[in-house]
């Protein structure tokens, strides 16, 4: 089963579950009682922490929740924050951080490097916990929209479209969904 996050990230192919931590994670979870599928694919946009450049797709089975309190010292947490389902078919492994909030700070977001956090996307790491609970293998397939500095939602929005396009572009070729079958809601695909 394909799915992504909603509002203005939806797929003819995908099932929405919802933005953020708190919405995918019941959403996923309503998804995986009553219809319970083999192997979750989740698509989507993400912020690069500097490792990754705009449009970059990158692969992973890794998710955290780790807060920008934390890098600075003035949070813990008592529970896991770093799910990994060892997904073998990834070659060099990114983590993706997952928060209800979009990191601004370039200068702090560099210390995401040091844990093997690569990206952020909102969603990712409660689905990771979703797909654990229940047993379901789970990847994630993300396009780099912004970098995560003071400029990253207006460069998501500027780069949004296009960014989408390379996605379904890059399902196609790698046979995860049919070629030309569909394209981002709200979106016309460049046929050039």
Known sequence: MIICAGNNE??????SVGVGLIESAINTTRLCLFDKPDYLIFIGSAGSYGKYNIFDIVES????NIELSFLEGNSFTPIDNVISTQ????KNETIVNSSNYITTNQDLSKNFAQYGIGIENMEFFS????????EIPIAGIFVITNYTNKD?????LKNHKEAMNKLVSY??????IIKNASVPHGTEKDTK
């Open 127 to 134: 689905i990771c916990s979703i797909a654990k609970e229940f």
């Open 171 to 176: 399902l196609e070729d790698k046979k995860i």
């Open 10 to 15: 939806t797929f003819q192919f995908a099932t």
């Open 152 to 156: 990253a939602h207006q460069d998501f």
């Open 61 to 64: 089975s890794s998710g955290s």
């Open 87 to 90: 997904n073998k078919t990834f």
